[in-house]
């Protein structure tokens, strides 16, 4: 069956710092790829992005890049806000699945001053 | 604005009772939600397919009978929790067909 892997966080960063969250994945087929972002007491967000291998979904600053050689697609953001404190699900929609969704485990985001 | 609402965003309820939740389409008609449950620190798990005006989907390893899907319209879809105890305590969030669209969440808490 289809599953995301997530690292654990949380993981605190200083304003600024430059932010990596990394993500693979396991399919059949070629899924479309997602991150959301989940903000304290709020629902989920679509963050970005990807359909297709090498494609890269970008917003806010953040980016990711659908890899299909080593099944990941990581986050990263150049320079984190305390703004952007949040936690954040990797998640995939199979081809023909339905539109269906698959989870990471989500990781916390702190970002301090 | 929102495209998708629910309602209560949160509820308290004894055990035993029963809840509603509502999820509405503003914006769309929707033929095919999709209902999650979060508990707290953790990621969301597919509870159900709910799809107008047939019988709702359910993921492995969820009571069809405890977790009432009805979905009537092209605007609503219902969750009812019947007889719930204190485990189902939990963020349920509906989802339309769209990625891009999911409702704000219902907070349950069973005492």
């Known amino acids: 069956g289809n599953s995301v892997t997530q690292m654990e966080g949380p993981v605190t960063l200083s304003e600024e710092a430059f932010l990596t969250i990394n993500c693979t994945y396991t399919?059949?087929?070629?899924?479309?790829l997602f991150w959301y972002v989940q903000y304290p007491g709020e629902g989920l967000q679509l963050l970005l992005k990807a359909t297709k291998a090498d494609d890269k979904g970008s917003n806010k600053g953040f980016e990711a890049t659908y890899r299909k050689e080593t099944t990941s697609f990581h986050l990263e953001k150049g320079s984190v806000q305390v703004s952007d404190s949040a936690v954040y699900f990797c998640?995939?929609?199979?081809?023909?699945?339905?539109?269906?969704?698959?989870f990471g485990t989500g990781t916390q985001l702190k970002v301090e001053l | 604005g929102a495209v998708v609402s629910q309602h209560p965003s949160w509820v308290i309820c004894k055990s035993g009772t029963s809840v509603k939740i509502e999820c509405r389409s503003l914006d769309f008609q929707a033929t095919t939600m999709f209902w999650y449950r979060q508990f707290p620190k953790q990621s969301l798990m597919l509870m159900a397919t709910?799809?107008?005006?047939?019988?709702?989907?359910?993921e492995q390893g969820v009571e069809k009978d405890k977790f009432l899907i009805n979905h009537a319209s092209l605007t609503l879809s219902t969750l009812t929790v019947t007889s719930a105890h204190p485990e189902d305590s939990s963020f349920y969030i509906c989802r339309l067909r769209n990625e891009q669209f999911f409702g704000p969440g219902t907070r349950l808490t069973v005492l």
């Open positions: 998640a995939l929609s199979e081809a023909g699945g339905g539109n269906k969704l698959t």
């Open positions: 709910s799809n107008e005006g047939s019988k709702a989907t359910y």
């Open positions: 399919a059949t087929g070629y899924p479309s």
